[in-house]
């Protein structure tokens, strides 16, 4: 089949999602630089412990902090969903992780051991794309701008749950950085900028980008370990089918 006879879905499932045979390959992938998001299918052959395990092993090169190489649970949980979208049945939009950290995770690992079989569909939509989109001025005001981004709506004390700084950056080893988390649990602040309506005009036009913008959507399996290089995708999920759903993903972040 010719590249022209593709649907504009299956071109960017193309383009932006790669499949591994092995995890060998899988994991050698991830120690290049990562545009794509990487998909091992066979992961069945392994337990989930010792198949994350492994790939942490191998690729953790510096831990941040204590979130960093730590498994997380994702599912369901009523005694948390009011004040984690992540632990909700609800749909959660667009972001990119560790938004509110010094130093994001530069990619995460996420293990589906039981998916939802109508629901908690994946949804990426690459950066670069966006910001090839964002005007010229607007671009400025979120890499010169400071932003305030808490762990929660309920700021702590703690140094590594707020990042104050611009949206756009580079860090040490000269990789951009595109941070984004903006929704009624978790709103982004203005902290200070050359231009206070600049700032503000910027966040809603990245906003309404992400809500008319066609996101890639990938449906995952049961057993199906998945790379989301962070600096390269914001990514999110369809909400869950009901609150019943037995959907329980394992995410690591890894440096």
């Known amino acids: 089949m010719n590249n022209t006879t593709l649907s504009l879905h299956e071109r960017r499932h193309s383009q932006f999602i790669e499949y591994k045979d092995t995890l060998n390959d899988f994991i050698s992938q991830?120690?290049?630089?990562?545009?794509?998001?990487?998909?091992?299918?066979?992961?069945?052959?392994?337990?989930?412990?010792?198949?994350?395990?492994?790939?942490?092993?191998?690729?953790?090169?510096?831990?941040?902090?204590?979130?960093?190489?730590?498994?997380?649970?994702?599912?369901?949980?009523?005694?948390?969903?009011?004040?984690?979208?992540?632990?909700?049945?609800?749909?959660?939009?667009?972001?990119?992780?560790?938004?509110?950290?010094?130093?994001?995770?530069s990619c995460f690992l996420l293990y589906f051991e039981e998916t939802d079989p109508h629901g908690g569909v994946s949804t990426f939509l690459p950066v670069a794309e966006m910001l090839a989109a964002m005007p010229a001025a607007f671009l400025q005001a979120i890499t010169e701008s400071n932003f305030c981004i808490t762990r929660s709506r309920h700021q702590t004390t703690s140094i590594d749950d707020v990042y104050i700084g611009p949206l756009l950056h580079n860090n040490q080893a000269g990789e951009q950085i595109f941070r984004w988390r903006n929704d009624n649990k978790v709103p982004i602040a203005i902290e200070s900028a050359p231009d206070l309506n600049m700032a503000a005009s910027a966040i809603n036009w990245i906003q309404t980008y992400l809500?008319?913008?066609?996101?890639?959507?990938?449906?995952?399996?049961?057993?199906?370990?998945?790379?989301?290089?962070?600096?390269?995708?914001?990514?999110?999920?369809?909400?869950?089918?009901?609150?019943?759903?037995?959907?329980?993903?394992?995410?690591?972040?890894?440096?």
């Not at 010792?50 to 092993?57: C, G, H, R």
């Not at 632990?87 to 950290?101: E, V, Y």
């Not at 959507?217 to 869950?240: M, Q």
């Open 211 to 255: 809500s008319d913008t066609p996101y890639i959507e990938y449906k995952a399996k049961t057993d199906e370990l998945i790379c989301i290089p962070n600096y390269s995708f914001l990514h999110g999920r369809t909400k869950l089918s009901n609150i019943s759903s037995s959907r329980c993903v394992y995410r690591v972040w890894l440096q």
């Open 30 to 105: 991830m120690q290049q630089p990562l545009d794509k998001i990487l998909i091992y299918r066979n992961s069945n052959e392994f337990s989930r412990e010792s198949l994350l395990q492994n790939v942490i092993a191998q690729h953790q090169k510096i831990k941040t902090n204590d979130m960093f190489g730590d498994i997380r649970t994702i599912k369901y949980d009523p005694r948390f969903s009011k004040n984690s979208i992540a632990l909700s049945a609800n749909a959660h939009h667009l972001h990119t992780d560790g938004s509110f950290c010094k130093f994001p995770p």
